[in-house]
T-cell receptor, first 115, second 113 residues
């Protein structure tokens, strides 16, 4: 149990376009999901907390208008990178908080490359 | 506020040798502590977690960690390294009321034949 999927696993896009990444909890309901960004050889940086049915909470320094998060159901959160630029190229990882609230289950990540 | 420090960004051991990855934390509330492993271009896999039960925690793949409050440490060990243990390891801390994880900088484990 506790499987989280992400789609797509990798995406290449042109500068100026928008890209949507999906995060799904496959076998449990998650009222809270998290989005992380990871640069090569670095740790995970929390971008935002996604709460079902309400606005996401963004970490300091993360542009909410650039990284749009929607958590429309208990099993799906989406991250849309708007007007992508090459510096947005990164590995994006989502996680879903367990129903007990003391463990996160991670997705496999999405590699975004902006040309 | 919470923070995690992993001592040693890169650790190299011989196959069969003891693995010791160090993690120290700072937390103003009783912490939950985690160790994750990440293989290239993959997500994170939970190795083990401490959530205020037994201080010696056994995880998957022969790993274990001991919570030492007096030392604010949660070091990860494995008696005998395998080649397949070569990966990136992250220590993380969270509090019970938010679920948010704060990650350490990560330690790359290299296993030499």
């Amino acid at each position: 149990g506790a499987v989280v999927s992400q789609h797509p696993s990798w995406v290449i896009c042109k500068s100026g376009t928008s890209v949507k990444i999906e995060c799904r909890s496959l076998d449990f309901q998650a009222t809270t999901m998290f989005w992380y960004r990871q640069f090569p050889k670095q740790s995970l940086m929390l971008m935002a907390t996604s709460n079902e049915g309400s606005k996401a909470t963004y970490e300091q320094g993360v542009e909410k208008d650039k990284f749009l998060i929607n958590h429309a159901s208990l099993t799906l959160s989406t991250l849309t990178v708007t007007s992508a630029h090459p510096e947005d190229s990164s590995f994006y990882i989502c996680s879903a908080l367990s129903q007990g609230g003391n463990e996160q289950f991670f997705g496999p990540g999405t590699r975004l490359t902006v040309l | 506020a919470q923070s995690v420090t992993q001592l040693g960004s890169h650790v190299s051991v011989s196959e069969g040798a003891l693995v010791l990855l160090r993690c120290n934390y700072s937390s103003s509330v009783p912490p939950y502590l985690f160790w994750y492993v990440q293989y290239p271009n993959q997500g994170l896999q939970l190795l083990l977690k401490y959530t205020s039960a037994a201080t010696l925690v056994k995880g998957i793949n022969g790993f274990e960690a001991e919570f030492k409050k007096s030392e604010t440490s949660f070091h990860l060990t494995k008696p005998s390294a395998h080649m397949s243990d070569a990966a990136e390891y992250f220590c993380a801390v969270s509090s019970s009321n938010t679920g948010k994880l704060i990650f350490g900088q990560g330690t790359t484990l290299q296993v030499k034949p």
